[in-house]
């Protein structure tokens, strides 16, 4: 459904650099390298909002996306560009741009902050650092030594019953400082040849 706005989409953006799309919040994150600046989901094109474009996206009457992660209204810094954009596609560059460079100024800011607890890390919750903690891994340090497959399989150990592989992954991108979803298929079948 979001394919035809996706495709446009990266064509206007393909001088960026290395613009590729992956599966996000429902519907497609647009990435320049490893930063995510745009979305498409519903058919329409989002895009992310720093704290001066939110004030004009908001006067503008633009919607931010809202999605739901575990019953809860999340609402994101995306937000849908009017149809009537699309008939002027250097606005949409131009905003897109802008879109890159806060995508890329929160990200550095973000890698310069150090998580405290586990459970600041990218993928993990309280619950998470809690069921880390009974199988005896209580800080990020710890957490880094044992590494993604150490900390699972304590886990396998503390829980006594099977895990999903998406905790593996979420612990791998947990150490790594990235989002479970990017992880390699080269690296998750490292860590799966190393767990059987």
């Known amino acids: 459904m979001d394919k035809p706005i996706l495709k446009d989409s990266l064509k206007l953006f393909d001088h960026f650099g290395s613009v590729k799309s992956r599966s996000m919040f429902g519907g497609f994150g647009i990435f320049a390298g490893d930063t995510m600046f ?11 909002a720093n704290a001066e474009t939110e004030k004009e996206f908001k006067q503008a009457g633009l ?16 937000y849908a560009i009017p149809d009537n954009w699309w008939d002027e596609p250097e606005k949409i ?34 619950s998470n650092e809690r069921m880390l903690k009974k199988a005896g891994i209580e800080t990020i340090e710890q957490l880094q030594a044992a590494g993604a497959l150490g900390a699972y399989q ?16 979420a612990l791998e991108g947990a150490i790594s400082g990235q989002h479970w979803s990017v992880i390699p298929e080269q690296r998750r079948n490292e860590l799966l040849s190393a767990l059987s």
Do not use: M
Request: hydrophobic residues 35%.
């Open 38 to 48: 745009a979305l498409v989901v519903n058919d329409k094109l989002h895009l992310r």
């Open 63 to 78: 919607e931010p996306y809202v999605y739901k992660k575990r019953g809860f209204p999340v609402v994101t810094k995306h």
């Open 93 to 126: 560059v131009t905003q897109g741009r802008y879109s890159l460079e806060a995508a890329e100024k929160d990200k550095q800011e973000k890698e310069s902050c150090v998580p405290d607890r586990i459970k600041d890390l990218p993928n993990l919750r309280l």
């Open 154 to 169: 304590a886990l396998q150990k503390a829980q006594n019953s099977p895990l999903s592989l998406e905790l593996l992954w």
